[in-house]
């Protein structure tokens, strides 16, 4: 067990609506980074929040947005969801000020867009 | 387009054995390299980190790099069934970054 949570673990939704998604960081880690990964595929970096502010963006479009809590907590947003977002999103923790930036993860969320 | 290249196999090994995990990556500036396990249906578990050229060794695990060859991997003796997984290798964005870039993974199979 790393520490960190997600919620919730599965999601089924529909075509163009929206969903949100909630990390909870391992105690002491001010960073959290949001991943997707597609069936068969390795986890594809979204975006990243240090401090309460976008530290970071991966090749996703603008409907994809997050928020960082003054408790370190996180969610992402996606709008208008399409098939193609079927996935598991992965929230990861960690804690670079504190000299390492290995990535600890939670167990994920899967959603599924029907 | 920083890249990391991994052979998808499945690598099946037999139990007891050594399995050898390679990894390849794009961007010369990377400098944190990274394992992680992931069992079907569940998330990433970090096995190995490893920041300078040569060895590290933890338990039944050896992860290499070469930075020259841009070349990263993990060897596992004495495989066991439990360690049948796909095995993740990551790259950090470079210098001043924090994101991690994956391989497609590796599934290892272990028979007994």
């Known amino acids: 067990e790393t520490g960190v949570t997600q919620s919730p673990t599965h999601l089924i939704k529909t075509r163009g609506q929206q969903v949100t998604l909630r990390c909870s960081s391992q105690?002491?880690?001010?960073?959290v980074s949001w991943y997707q990964q597609a069936l068969g595929q390795g986890p594809q970096f979204i975006f990243q929040?240090?401090?309460?502010?976008?530290?970071g963006r991966g090749n996703f479009p603008p409907r994809f947005s997050g928020l960082q809590f003054p408790n370190y907590s996180s969610e992402l947003n996606v709008n208008a969801l399409e098939l193609d977002d079927s996935a598991l999103y992965l929230c990861?923790?960690?804690?670079?000020?504190?000299?390492?930036?290995?990535?600890?993860f939670g167990p994920g969320t899967r959603l599924l867009v029907l | 387009q920083k890249e990391v290249e991994q052979n998808s196999g499945p690598l099946s090994v037999p139990e007891g054995a050594i399995a050898s995990l390679n990894c390849t990556y794009s961007?010369?500036?990377?400098?944190?390299f990274f394992w992680y396990r992931q069992y079907s249906g569940k998330s990433p578990e970090l096995i190995m980190s490893i920041y300078s050229n040569g060895d590290k060794e933890d338990g039944r695990f050896t992860a290499q790099l070469n930075k020259a060859s841009q070349y990263v991997s993990l060897l596992i003796r004495d495989s066991q069934p439990s360690d049948s997984a796909t095995y993740l290798c990551a790259v950090n964005a470079g210098a001043g970054s924090y994101q991690l870039t994956f391989g497609k993974g590796t599934k290892l199979s272990v028979i007994p």
């Open positions: 929040y240090y401090r309460e502010e976008e530290n």
């Open positions: 105690s002491g880690h001010n960073t």
């Open positions: 990861a923790s960690s804690s670079p000020g504190q000299g390492t930036e290995t990535q600890y």
């Open positions: 961007d010369r500036g990377s400098q944190s």
